[in-house]
């Protein structure tokens, strides 16, 4: 069973910055391709970020220069380093894992963290 757990959420003042780590067991992570997401109140979850297994990147055009997404397979663990924060930024963070079967993929997801930009 693979699980993905997510830490370094929380509350920072407008401009500060954060770090999230997902961290992931049960399966092989240089396998897959991981990504954050974020859901604000109301709103539907969207990707944040994306690293493939190879290390290439993708952004939402709304955090490009100021998020980082890395990964470090010895360590099973993918980061978002999220700096210059701002107000609508705001929401539940979740880590997402991908793996391609020969019929499609699959998805796992981690449980979420609450991030909260303060104005």
């Known amino acids: 069973q693979v699980q993905l757990v997510e830490t370094g959420g929380g509350l920072v003042q407008s401009g500060g910055s954060l770090r999230l780590s997902c961290a992931v067991s049960g399966g092989t992570f240089s396998d897959y391709a991981m990504g954050w997401y974020r859901q604000a109140p109301g709103k539907q979850r969207e990707l944040v970020a994306r690293?493939?297994?190879?290390?290439?990147?993708n952004y939402a055009d709304s955090v490009k220069g100021r998020f980082t997404i890395s990964r470090d397979n010895a360590k099973n663990t993918v980061y978002l380093q999220m700096n210059s924060l701002k107000p609508e930024d705001t929401g539940v963070y979740y880590c997402n894992a991908q793996y391609w079967y020969a019929s499609g993929p699959i998805d796992y997801w981690g449980q979420g963290t609450q991030v909260t930009v303060s104005s």
């Open positions: 690293i493939t297994r190879s290390g290439s990147t």
